[in-house]
């Protein structure tokens, strides 16, 4: 069984870089048969994706190109966990976020674990 | 990006009735190699994250009642609920997987009539 667990502020002041961690229990962020995704929730934009990480000999990242230019999303072998930051911050980036992993097999798919989500606000 | 447009964006069911939801995207999420959609089916109830329920457009995820099925090909898709029942009161989300990024659809809310 799977699970991921989220951490990370709630509050982010405008300009700054939002930053959230997924830690993984029941499987490795090394994973050949995985990925490790970001999307977010907000009644204005809907569900988004924002991105993912996944290693296949080497680390692979794929990116949002409404966000690529200001998120990174980072795996820790280490701690067995990967990561979300969202720099230069605005107030249309208030949104619940997701990690979710995502099986990468032909007898499975799809995004089939979840993060409990954090409300993440971006206000002065 | 791929659109995902979902009908009804509510509808309310009698109890032991079928709700059927509607999942078209803006082109085709069948891959011909290997004849697969690159379609899921999703589940939220309020405070939740998403859990899936069907995923390859018509398989079901362990654990899912089978009074859920997935049904359709190419642009088309269909969620079904056989028989409804309260705890299946929730919002339901089509998904593509075919080309990132990977896309939603806006939402159908299912209710009791």
């Given at each position: 069984q799977v699970q991921l667990h989220q951490s990370g502020p709630g509050l982010v002041k405008p300009s700054q870089t939002l930053?959230?961690?997924?830690?993984?229990?029941?499987?490795?962020?090394?994973?050949?048969?995985?990925?490790?995704?970001?999307?977010?929730?907000?009644?204005?934009?809907?569900?988004?994706?924002?991105?993912r990480t996944y290693y296949r000999s080497k680390w692979i990242n794929d990116y949002a190109l409404s966000?690529?230019?200001?998120?990174?999303?980072?795996?820790?072998?280490?701690?067995?966990?990967?990561?979300?930051?969202?720099?230069?911050?605005?107030?249309?980036?208030?949104?619940?976020?997701?990690?979710?992993?995502?099986?990468?097999?032909?007898?499975h798919a799809g995004l089939d674990s979840w993060g409990q989500g954090t409300l993440v606000t971006v206000s002065s | 990006d791929i659109v995902m447009t979902q009908?009804?964006?509510?509808?309310?069911?009698?109890?032991?009735?079928?709700?059927?939801?509607?999942?078209?995207?803006s082109q085709s999420v069948l891959y011909s190699s290997n004849n697969k959609n690159y379609l899921a089916w999703y589940q939220q109830k309020p405070g939740q994250p998403l859990k899936l329920l069907i995923y390859w457009a018509s398989a079901r995820e362990s654990g899912v009642p089978d009074r859920f099925s997935g049904s359709g090909s190419g642009t088309d898709f269909t969620l079904t609920i056989s028989s409804l029942r309260p705890e299946d009161v929730a919002l339901y989300y089509c998904e593509q997987y075919y080309r990132i990024p990977w896309t939603f659809g806006q939402g159908t809310k299912v209710e009791v009539k």
């Open positions: 930053s959230l961690t997924c830690a993984i229990s029941g499987d490795s962020v090394s994973s050949n048969r995985a990925a490790w995704n970001w999307i977010r929730q907000s009644p204005s934009r809907g569900l988004e994706w924002l991105g966000v690529k230019s200001r998120i990174n999303i980072n795996p820790d072998t280490f701690r067995n966990q990967f990561s979300l930051e969202v720099n230069s911050a605005t107030p249309e980036d208030t949104a619940v976020y997701y990690c979710a992993r995502e099986e990468q097999q032909l007898t | 009908s009804p964006d509510s509808l309310a069911v009698s109890l032991g009735e079928r709700a059927t939801i509607n999942c078209k995207s």
